[in-house]
């Protein structure tokens, strides 16, 4: 291999490297948006004031047609995360060859003192968006189940 051909694939390659640091940065971005989103919707007192308190939030998802994983299995793995309790799902209308668009129906529980706008940033938000194969498309208001 030249020179030339050499230094034109590295300049093709730090182009290839800009262009994914672009859009790692927009994704920063509407993770932010996505934030705020939950933030501004939170109806109810922020810090929990009952021994336990458990919050419904309901997520509209997309799920890969592709892939071979079942739907319960998508299930199971939200339950692993922290202070998650059950998930329930809602069929949506699919328009959708390539995706399965469902609402799931997250219920988690969180002692006194715990604040839910903290748990929704730091756990339970970041966890979902984790999920292969799965893609968010609307985070509900959360609501005191009980």
């Not at 939950?38 to 009952?50: C, N, R």
Request: glycine letters at 4%; a negative charge.
């Amino acid at each position: 291999m030249n020179t030339s051909k050499w230094y034109r694939f590295l300049r093709e390659q730090q182009e290839e490297e800009l262009t994914i640091k672009v859009k790692d940065t927009d994704e920063v971005a509407s993770d932010n948006t996505a934030d705020n989103q939950i933030s501004k919707q939170l109806d109810i007192d922020p810090v929990v004031t009952d021994e336990i308190s458990v919050f419904e939030i309901i997520v509209k998802a997309e799920f890969r047609k592709s892939t071979n994983v079942l739907l319960t299995q998508f299930k199971d793995i939200i339950r692993g995360i922290v202070s998650v309790t059950t998930v329930g799902t809602e069929d949506l209308p699919d328009p959708s060859m390539l995706y399965d668009r469902r609402n799931l129906n997250v219920k988690f529980e969180l002692e006194r003192g715990e604040n839910i706008d903290e748990y929704m940033r730091a756990v339970l938000v970041p966890q979902l968006r984790k999920i292969r194969g799965m893609r968010i498309l609307h985070y509900g208001k959360v609501e005191k189940v009980r």
